[in-house]
């Protein structure tokens, strides 16, 4: 079992910034991937940004050079920096994990909470 808690949504204004937390625990032999998604009212499910465990990254066209994703490997913690927020940007955003609970062991995907961001125009 991998537990995700996520933070540092909130409320903001169109051009300002937030950082996105996510802190994984549990049963972690190895980490494969950490992601953003994120869903807004009536919308599906969508990428934000991936990153790899060797530190591939992949980013949604509509966020390319305004979001940084990044993880602290020591913390098992992920971090969506996100900058020149739009009105379009409004969702919740879920954290995924991706990894294994021992050596050889099948890779599992875990989602967290979800933390709302709302930008305001």
């Known amino acids: 079992q991998v537990q995700l808690v996520e933070s540092g949504g909130g409320l903001v204004q169109a051009g300002e910034s937030l950082r996105l937390s996510c802190a994984a625990s549990g049963s972690i032999f190895s980490v494969n991937a950490m992601a953003w998604y994120r869903q807004a009212p009536g919308k599906q499910r969508e990428l934000v940004a991936s990153?790899?465990?060797?530190?591939?990254?992949n980013y949604a066209n509509s966020v390319k050079g305004r979001f940084t994703i990044s993880t602290d490997n020591a913390k098992n913690t992920a971090y969506l920096q996100m900058n020149s927020l739009k009105s379009e940007d409004t969702a919740v955003y879920y954290c995924?994990?991706?990894?294994?609970?021992?050596?050889?062991?099948?890779?599992?995907?875990?989602w967290g909470q979800g933390t709302q961001v709302t930008v305001s125009s």
């Open positions: 995924k994990f991706q990894g294994s609970a021992w050596f050889g062991g099948p890779l599992i995907d875990s």
């Open positions: 990153i790899t465990d060797n530190g591939s990254t």
